[in-house]
């Protein structure tokens, strides 16, 4: 099955993408599976980072066997408040199974996406390398995470977004919004706090992700739309 996913740039989205008119032309469009990450009111207090000024103010995921990507962008564009959208055809990895309830209900969770771009001075094959095999079990031991999602972009489907390399999910718990024990898992350790944080931003470095990412904090939730 294939996996698209875009990034939606604007002001109050929310309505606009949870709208079952949308999900209808989006089911018209050859989506079975709709995952939404809104930017809403359960992470207004959460960090944002975003590489160009503009915050991304949602994460529309859509599987399907076949799925008409111009025309799913299309849809999207079209949406009242909606400045902007970038758009990819993705290779999922699981890392860390994410709960899924597919009733369009928000997750209990702050879930984080991570819009990651390659630094110049390392090929998509070290990049990669650095990655999935050294960094992945750095940030699965150094954050709670209860869900985490690897999706390496195989194909841009839209200009402005061939700079993006891959997306990342994460799932924490709400307190991980204002306690980085929560986020990190430390138990309140103060010296077990930094060495995690020590640990992840070294990571972080080494892969290039502390430049040039957009942080997205979202609510997510799932929708099965062969139920309509």
């Known amino acids: 099955m294939t996996k698209l996913m875009y990034a939606v740039w604007g002001r109050d989205?929310?309505?606009?993408?949870?709208?079952?008119q949308l999900h209808a032309e989006l089911r018209g469009a050859g989506v079975d599976r709709l995952q939404l990450n809104l930017d809403d009111?359960?992470?207004?207090?959460?960090?944002?980072?975003?590489?160009?000024g503009d915050h991304v103010g949602a994460i529309v995921s859509a599987w399907g066997e076949d799925p008409d990507a111009d025309r799913i962008t299309r849809c999207l564009a079209g949406l009242d408040g909606v400045e902007r959208v970038d758009g990819w055809r993705v290779e999922e990895r699981r890392r860390l199974d994410?709960?899924?309830?597919?009733?369009?209900s928000r997750v209990d969770a702050l879930a984080q996406v991570a819009l990651l771009r390659r630094p110049e001075e390392l090929s998509h094959e070290e990049w990669l390398h650095i990655w999935q095999v050294e960094h992945t079990g750095v940030a699965i031991r150094t954050q709670a995470t209860f869900g985490y999602v690897q999706n390496i972009v195989q194909t841009p489907l839209t200009a402005r977004g061939e700079d993006v390399?891959?997306?990342?999910?994460?799932?924490?718990?709400?307190?991980?919004?204002?306690?980085?024990h929560a986020f990190h898992g430390s138990d309140g350790d103060e010296a077990e706090l930094a060495r995690r944080t020590r640990a992840l931003m070294g990571s972080v470095r080494r892969m290039?992700?502390?430049?040039?990412?957009?942080?997205?904090?979202?609510?997510?939730r799932l929708y099965d739309l062969r139920d309509l």
């Open 13 to 20: 989205l929310t309505s606009a993408l949870r709208a079952p």
């Open 165 to 180: 390399a891959a997306l990342v999910e994460e799932l924490f718990v709400p307190a991980a919004i204002h306690d980085r």
């Open 98 to 104: 994410p709960p899924e309830t597919w009733d369009g």
């Open 208 to 220: 290039g992700a502390d430049r040039g990412i957009d942080l997205v904090p979202t609510g997510r």
């Open 41 to 52: 009111e359960g992470v207004v207090e959460a960090m944002r980072i975003a590489s160009a």
